[in-house]
């Protein structure tokens, strides 16, 4: 099956501070999609971004599937962004989706 | 709209005893997908179903686990018996065309 690799594996930042999180996958992919999950354990969908760039307030990320790699930037962190980031990839709007192992992001005052 | 329900948030229950987890999709969604959580081995895909039918159940860990969905709008996974490696997180995610895939809050569920 498709692999899903996520880095760094952990982070620690002080807040203020920018950031640039990688997902490198195996195969080809037409859905992929960020997650934040929260320290109460709670998924949230960040961006579905199978190919280009979205952004959303002080996240954003960019997908180039031609080289098979995704990026997510947060920038001025906060600690309200402590949590683990997960990258998952698919190979359509309603299939299946494979996580990476996450990077575990802490931001600290 | 409220987003993927699950329910219960926490069960605890004995091994050998018989437990079911609830989802409700978001309305107008046609496809929902089981994942379970752990430590060790991450978030792992179950079980999922486009209307209602389900297309690949290759993650259910054993006979013992069954998932159904009687509607478009709900589905039930079931563990009968439980046994204490299946303490984890069960998550609900549902979809549409359009992408994205809303999670519910989880079941944390715990086997003594």
């Known amino acids: 099956g498709i692999q899903v690799e996520q880095s760094p594996p952990d982070l620690i930042l002080q807040e203020g501070a920018n950031s640039t999180l990688r997902c490198n996958f195996s195969?080809?992919?037409?859905?992929l999609q960020w997650f934040h999950q929260n320290p109460w354990g709670q998924l949230i969908n960040l961006f579905y971004i199978p190919s280009g760039t979205k952004q959303n307030g002080r996240l954003s990320a960019t997908t180039v599937a031609t080289e098979r790699y995704s990026l997510l930037y947060i920038s001025s962190s906060q600690t309200t962004d402590s949590g683990v980031y997960f990258c998952?990839?698919?190979?359509?709007?309603?299939?299946?989706?494979?996580f990476g192992t996450g990077t575990r992001l802490q931001v600290t005052l | 709209d409220a987003g993927v329900i699950q329910s219960p948030r926490h069960e605890v229950t004995e091994m050998g005893q018989e437990v079911t987890l609830r989802c409700k999709l978001i309305s107008g969604h046609n496809s929902l997908f089981w994942y379970r959580q752990t430590m060790m081995r991450g978030l792992e895909l179950l079980i999922y179903f486009n209307n209602n039918v389900p297309i690949d159940d290759s993650g259910m860990p054993e006979d013992r686990f069954s998932a159904k969905m009687p509607n478009a709008s709900f589905s039930t996974l079931k563990i009968q018996p439980s046994e204490p490696r299946d303490s984890a997180v069960y998550f609900c995610?549902?979809?549409?065309?359009?992408?994205?895939?809303?999670f519910g809050s989880g079941t944390r569920l715990t086997v003594v």
């Open positions: 995610a549902s979809s549409s065309n359009h992408g994205g895939r809303p």
């Open positions: 998952a990839v698919g190979t359509g709007t309603a299939s299946k989706l494979t």
């Open positions: 195969d080809s992919v037409n859905n």
